[in-house]
């Protein structure tokens, strides 16, 4: 093989800088996190589809497909945290049921079945009362004598109230 020549080595110099710059500006095409969701959404991995999804919505706040992949899986979420919900019901897990009630209704706030739910829980949460008993005998007591309080709540099966003594 003979000596190689000086100029060799500067035209391969474009081709070494090309290929880099081809690939970044191909990857700068496409969002990343667009594609990441599309890998979460395959695998029902919704949540982290959702945050993928915003992420590449927020790059790209121009791009209709992007809104439309998040607003899909925001709305599937929804669904899965009303799934939650329900079973936290049934588990009489009432806290954590409220929360995934709410998380739903931020997540789709027009799906009729939340609202439904979530209107049983306002009338729960604003009808419901704290009742202060105080059960006294017939004959006059003094101060010092025992006194008893018990909260009662409403749940949200109708007729339903979890009583506790404090």
Not at 21 to 33: E, K, M, V, Y
Not at 35 to 64: C, F, M, V
Not at 82 to 105: C, G, T, V
Not at 116 to 122: C, I, N, P, S, V
């Amino acid at each position: 093989m003979g000596p190689r020549h000086p100029m060799a080595t500067f035209r391969s110099l474009p081709s070494i800088i090309a290929v880099p710059a081809l690939c970044a500006l191909l990857l700068g095409a496409c969002n990343l996190n667009y594609l990441e969701g599309q890998t979460r959404e395959s695998q029902n991995r919704w949540e982290e589809a959702a945050i993928q999804y915003h992420l590449a919505a927020i790059k790209s706040p121009n791009d209709p497909e992007y809104k439309a992949a998040h607003e899909r899986a925001r709305r599937q979420v929804a669904r899965d945290n009303l799934e939650r919900y329900k079973r936290y019901l049934a588990d009489k897990e009432f806290n954590k049921a409220y929360y995934r009630l709410m998380d739903a209704s931020r997540q789709d706030p027009d799906l009729a079945e939340v609202k439904t739910e979530l209107a049983k829980w306002t009338r729960v949460l604003v009808a419901g009362q704290v009742k202060l008993d105080f059960s006294t005998p017939q004959a006059v007591t003094s101060v010092a004598d025992e006194i008893r309080l018990a909260i009662r709540f409403n749940t949200p099966n109708p007729g339903e109230v979890l009583e506790a003594e404090i």
